[in-house]
C-alpha cells in the first residue's frame, strides 16, 4: 500500500491532517506546540465563523453588608455574556505533474523500480510532501500574523483568521519605543498582563532571533540565571522564571524581528473545518490539461486563540 493510500482514513480521499505539521516541526514551532493540524487538541467546525471564548465580568470585590432583614430577599445578581469570535480560511494549492517532467527526473536519477511505484506516483509523492511543507509554514505565518477579516456575503472576499499578534495585541501591550528588551521591560509587561486578568496557566515567549540573543545577553549580564554545569561555556536562555511562574522561550523565524509574544498555549487550538465526505487537507485529481496530471491540496482552518487578555505583547522592541 502507498503512502497515499494510507492517508484515506475515513473519507473518500486522502487526508494529511497530521504531516500538516510534523513535515517539518523545526520550522513550526507554533502550530506544533499547539497540537498541529488534526491532533488531539484540534477542533471541528461546520461553521466558518466560531466562538473564541465566552467573556463576563464579575463586579469590583467589595465587603458584603447585609442585614438579616435584608438576608430573607436574595439578591438579583446576574452575569451577561459576550463572545469573541475568529473564522477558519482556506488554504489551496494546486500540484501539476507533467509527462516530460517525469520522463527527465527518471533519466537524471538513473532508478528503474522507483521503489515498485510507477514514476507518476512517486513524482506526486514527492511533490505531496513538499506542497505539504508549505502549507504548514503558510499556517504557522498566518497563525503568528494573520489580519482578521470576517464572512462576507460575496464569495469574492477571502475570509482570513486572526493571528495570535494581532488576539495578543487586544489584551496588554508595551510598546519598547525601540529600546532593547531588558529584564525591566519583561517584568513591566508580566505586571501588566496580570493587572489585565492574565492567569498564566502555560505562558510561552515567541522571539525570533535578534530577540532570542538580546534576552540571552541581559539575563547574562544581570547574572539572572541558574548556573548547572561545570566546565560549561555560553548561555542559552531557554526559560525565566518569574513572579508569575516559569516561562518558556521558543525562536520562531515568522515573529517579526522587533515582537515578542507571549502566549498561554492553555487556550490555544487549532479549529478545522471538514468538506463532508472528503475531510480536510485532503488530495483530490482535477480534471486533465494536457499532457499533465494535476491535483489539488485543500483545507480549511482557523485559529481558536482563546481569550485576548490570556496573552500579551512587547512592540516596537529594538531591532539592529
Do not use: W
Not at 525562536?251 to 498555549?265: E, G
Amino acid at each position: 500500500m502507498s503512502n497515499l493510500a494510507k492517508n484515506i482514513k475515513d473519507f473518500n480521499y486522502p487526508n494529511y491532517n497530521g504531516e500538516i505539521y510534523s513535515a517539518i516541526m523545526t520550522n513550526t514551532p507554533f502550530l506544533s506546540l499547539i497540537g498541529g493540524v488534526g491532533g488531539v487538541k484540534a477542533l471541528q467546525t461546520k461553521n466558518s465563523l466560531f466562538p473564541t471564548c465566552s467573556l463576563y465580568k464579575y463586579p469590583v470585590a467589595s465587603q458584603p453588608a447585609i442585614s438579616e432583614k435584608e438576608s430573607l430577599t436574595a439578591p438579583d445578581d446576574s452575569y451577561l455574556k459576550s463572545n469573541e469570535t475568529n473564522v477558519t480560511q482556506i488554504f489551496q494549492e494546486r500540484i501539476t505533474i507533467s509527462y516530460d517532467s517525469v520522463l527527465s527526473k527518471a533519466r537524471l536519477l538513473n532508478i528503474n523500480s522507483y521503489y515498485e511505484l510507477s514514476r507518476i506516483e512517486y513524482e506526486l509523492i514527492f511533490q505531496t510532501a513538499r506542497t505539504l511543507e508549505k502549507i504548514s509554514r503558510d499556517i504557522e505565518y498566518t497563525f503568528l500574523n494573520g489580519i482578521y477579516a470576517g464572512p462576507s456575503s460575496t464569495p469574492t472576499t477571502a475570509r482570513k483568521t486572526r493571528g495570535m499578534i494581532e488576539a495578543a495585541s487586544q489584551g496588554a501591550k508595551i510598546d519598547a519605543e525601540k529600546e532593547p528588551i531588558t529584564k525591566k521591560i519583561i517584568d513591566e509587561a508580566l505586571e501588566a498582563a496580570y493587572s489585565n486578568r492574565a492567569q498564566f496557566k502555560d505562558l510561552y515567549f515567541f522571539v525570533n532571533s535578534y530577540q532570542k540573543l538580546a534576552i540571552s545577553e541581559t539575563y547574562f549580564e544581570q547574572k539572572a540565571y541558574h548556573y548547572h554545569y561545570e566546565n560549561f561555556y555560553g548561555i542559552n536562555i531557554e526559560s525565566i522564571d518569574t513572579d508569575f511562574g516559569n516561562i518558556k522561550i521558543i525562536l520562531d523565524r515568522f515573529i517579526p524581528h522587533d515582537v515578542l509574544l507571549a502566549a498561554d498555549l492553555s487556550v490555544i487550538a487549532p479549529v478545522e473545518q471538514l468538506i463532508p465526505g472528503k475531510g480536510n487537507f485532503f488530495l483530490e485529481k482535477l480534471a486533465k490539461n494536457g499532457a499533465a496530471e494535476q491535483y489539488q491540496i485543500f483545507g480549511e482552518i482557523g485559529l481558536d486563540h482563546g481569550p485576548s487578555f490570556m496573552h500579551f505583547i512587547i512592540s516596537n522592541l529594538k531591532y539592529n
